[in-house]
């Protein structure tokens, strides 16, 4: 059985490119009906962190990425010895100073570790040519005399990331190894203690990377975000799944909408570009867009009620009523490319007092219309049914009574309700304000002048 693996290291959260590693070993696996293993790498005991590890394993659950089985490399450690030795006993090793034992913080670290080894078992690199057939760039060619001699076992009794590398896959049966182009460099180091080991070497496909639009690494402004980020920015794990697909892959003709099952069925890592991929946050939040506008109206309150109490958390019970959210969702659903931009837009729906803008203020209710403002509340207090429909009937006969263009007074009402210049039809706030809140902000700029 094909089976490949997912192998985060806990020192950090998952980004990106790591999320598309896994998601990339997810799909090949789906499609050639294998297994996909999830094996953690935190033999590095100072840097791997429990809140990491929990931020991975959430990251990959929210993304839909169920893997088959799980192993700790950390549980490991008599293996790696193990396996050690049996290179210690072929004569392919000698013991020395690690180099990485050789600096004052390793040196402290080794005083801690009393009873274990104190020299590290050094694998002697012989030098040859290492061929390779890559599923994504071809064949690959390797000279080892390039190669120094690898550390297997450290003086603090830790395996290297090498080491432990080959002997979990060839114990856990991995037969296909997909990761980053990150790790070609660590492929003739990994084959050759494969072949003193007598192990079987894995098929293996490094991945492009993935660069920002400039065609620089990766940053935060250009998309190295963990996924536990982009989930509190309000993306939904299928859109980002879809966009993760994108990024090296293409299921054929214009489709740029793919469920993550439908691509299961077609994948094939074979089919992967050779060529780095450019992450595009603009395209990510069009992706995202379309899964909002098309995501079932109660799943998107089930989303935003947790989000709207942590940032309004003074807002009004009835304000997170979800027959009145159900219609204030409807007024942005096609409108915004994450849930958070519901939070930004539709702010002053949920707030006692809103911010307006200077400018906003200046360009529209600069001048005296107290007057205007006046009459439209008039109407509004004794308006039944209170309905859009009717309020803007009264809004239209009141600006035939004045004589005056509906922008004249469309726009300085928008300001005064909302604090903001653009939004959804101005009758439709209204509607969804309420008269209260419709009265206390009007009466404000009423008073003013």
């Not at 402290?108 to 078992?121: D, F, H, P, V």
């Not at 980053?180 to 990994?190: A, E, F, M, R, Y």
């Amino acid at each position: 059985m094909m089976r490949v693996r997912f192998a985060p290291s806990p020192t950090g959260n998952l980004h990106i490119g790591g999320a598309r590693t896994a998601l990339f070993n997810w799909l090949y696996a789906r499609a050639k009906n294998g297994q996909f293993t999830l094996r953690i790498e935190d033999t590095d005991r100072r840097r791997s962190k429990k809140e990491y590890l929990d931020e991975i394993l959430e990251s990959l659950t929210w993304l839909g990425f169920k893997w088959d089985e799980i192993y700790f490399q950390s549980q490991r450690q008599d293996t790696y010895k193990e396996y050690a030795q049996r290179l210690v006993n072929k004569g392919k090793t000698y013991y020395a100073p690690s180099p990485e034992e050789e600096t004052q913080e390793a040196e402290s670290r080794k005083q801690e570790t009393e009873g274990e080894n104190q020299e590290a078992i050094i694998f002697k690199v012989q030098p040859q040519k290492i061929k390779i057939h890559d599923l994504i760039h071809g064949e690959i060619e390797f000279d080892t005399g390039l190669i120094k001699d690898q550390v297997l076992i450290k003086s603090d009794g830790t395996p290297t990331y090498n080491f432990a590398c080959v002997v979990d896959d060839a114990i856990m049966g991995i037969t296909h190894v997909i990761r980053g182009d990150d790790h070609i460099s660590n492929t003739p180091k990994q084959v050759l203690l494969y072949q003193a080991l007598g192990l079987p070497v894995p098929v293996f496909a490094h991945l492009p990377l993935i660069l920002g639009k400039a065609g620089g690494r990766l940053s935060k402004r250009t998309g190295a975000t963990a996924i536990s980020e982009f989930r509190q920015l309000g993306f939904l794990p299928e859109a980002l799944v879809n966009y993760l697909v994108l990024l090296g892959w293409s299921p054929g003709g214009d489709c740029e909408i793919i469920d993550i099952q439908e691509a299961a069925k077609i994948f094939d890592i074979k089919n992967v570009n050779k060529t780095a991929a450019i992450f595009d946050l603009d395209k990510l939040n069009w992706i995202n867009n379309q899964y909002i506008k098309n995501s079932p109206v109660e799943r998107l309150i089930n989303l935003l009620v947790p989000m709207l109490k942590q940032r309004f958390p003074q807002a009004e019970a009835s304000c997170l009523d979800r027959q009145r959210l159900e219609g204030l969702i409807k007024l942005y659903q096609g409108r915004i490319n994450t849930l958070v931009d519901f939070l930004d837009w539709a702010d002053f729906f949920f707030l006692g007092e809103i911010n307006i803008d200077p400018s906003a203020v200046e360009k529209y209710l600069s001048r005296d219309l107290s007057k205007e403002l006046s009459l439209f509340l008039e109407r509004v207090e004794r308006l039944e049914p209170f309905e859009v429909a009717t309020i803007e009937t009264e809004f239209r006969e009141l600006i035939a009574e004045l004589g005056i263009r509906s922008k004249e007074l469309i726009h300085p009402l928008r300001v005064a309700l909302t604090g903001k210049t653009i939004g959804p039809g101005l009758f439709d706030v209204i509607y969804h304000l309420g008269k209260k809140k419709t009265r206390q902000r009007l009466s404000e700029w009423i008073k003013k002048k």
